[in-house]
C-alpha cells in the first residue's frame, strides 16, 4: 500500500540556518505530494503541494520539489527563523484523475527547533 | 483560522464510555475527513463522508462510526472505549483546487479515557 517515510526528529537548528527535512513515498501511479506544518496546541495546516513530476511547491520561504525518479519530496528553507519552530508532515493522496477522494496518508512527522 | 470548527475542544471520559465529536467543515466545502492521531499510530486517515454519504474508509475501528447531517456537519461517534483511544482527532473539509483536493483541518478534540 501506499506509505510516506520521513526522517526522525527532532531537529534544532540556530535561526538562519540551511533546512533540509527529507521524505520518500511510496505509491502507485501519481500521487499528490503535500507538507503541512502543525504548531503547537493547533491543527495542521497546509504549507505547500505537488501534483505531478518535477512540480516545486512553495510557500512562505519553504520549497520542496516533486522527484519521482527517486520518488522524494524533501522540504527546504534557506534560512530559518524562530517563528518556524513546529512539527512537519509530509503526506500523499492518490493521484486526483485516478479517483481519489482526497484522503491522506501522512508520514510520522520531524519536530522542528529553531534557537535564536 | 482554517474555518473549520470541532466541538468539544477536549474530552475525558472512562473506559466502556460513549463520546460523540463534533465538526464543521468550511462553508461551501462538501467533503468531511475525519484523522486520529496518536502517539504511536501518528495521523491516521478513519473515514471520509461528501455532501451526506460515505466515500472512503480508512483504518476506523468497528467500535467507531459517522455520519454527516443535511447541513454538512459530521459527528464521529467512539463507543466502548478503551485506554489506546487516547489521541487528538482531527477533522478536515476539502475544496477541489485544480488536480488536488486541499484539505483545511480544524483545531481537533483532544480525547482522554482514563
Known amino acids: 500500500g501506499n506509505s510516506v517515510t520521513q526522517m526522525e526528529g527532532p531537529v534544532t537548528l540556530s535561526e538562519e540556518a540551511f533546512l533540509t527535512i527529507n521524505c520518500t513515498y511510496t505509491?502507485?501511479?501519481?500521487?499528490?505530494l503535500f507538507w503541512y506544518v502543525q504548531y503547537p496546541g493547533e491543527g495542521l495546516q497546509l504549507l505547500l503541494k505537488?501534483?505531478?513530476?518535477?512540480d516545486k511547491g512553495s510557500n512562505k520561504g519553504f520549497e520542496a520539489t516533486y522527484r519521482k525518479e527517486t520518488t522524494s519530496f524533501h522540504l527546504e528553507k534557506g534560512s530559518v527563523q524562530v517563528s518556524d519552530s513546529a512539527v512537519y508532515f509530509c503526506a500523499l493522496s492518490d493521484s486526483f484523475y485516478g479517483g481519489s477522494q482526497g484522503n491522506l496518508i501522512f508520514g510520522k512527522g520531524t519536530k522542528l527547533s529553531v534557537k535564536p | 483560522d482554517s474555518g473549520v470548527t470541532q466541538t468539544p475542544k477536549h474530552l475525558i471520559t472512562a473506559t466502556g464510555q460513549r463520546v460523540t465529536l463534533r465538526c464543521s467543515p468550511r462553508s461551501g466545502d462538501l467533503s468531511v475527513y475525519w484523522y486520529q492521531q496518536s502517539l504511536d499510530q501518528g495521523l491516521q486517515f478513519l473515514i471520509q463522508y461528501y455532501n451526506g454519504e460515505e466515500r472512503a474508509k480508512g483504518n476506523i475501528l468497528e467500535r467507531f462510526s459517522a455520519q454527516q447531517f443535511p447541513d454538512l456537519h459530521s459527528e464521529l461517534n467512539l463507543s466502548s472505549l478503551e485506554l489506546g483511544d487516547s489521541a487528538l482527532y482531527f477533522c478536515?473539509?476539502?475544496?477541489?483546487?485544480?488536480?488536488?483536493?486541499?484539505?483545511?483541518f480544524g483545531p481537533g478534540t483532544r480525547l482522554t479515557v482514563t
Open positions: 478536515a473539509s476539502s475544496v477541489e483546487a485544480g488536480d488536488v483536493y486541499e484539505q483545511y
Open positions: 505537488a501534483t505531478k513530476a518535477d
Open positions: 505509491a502507485t501511479g501519481y500521487p499528490s
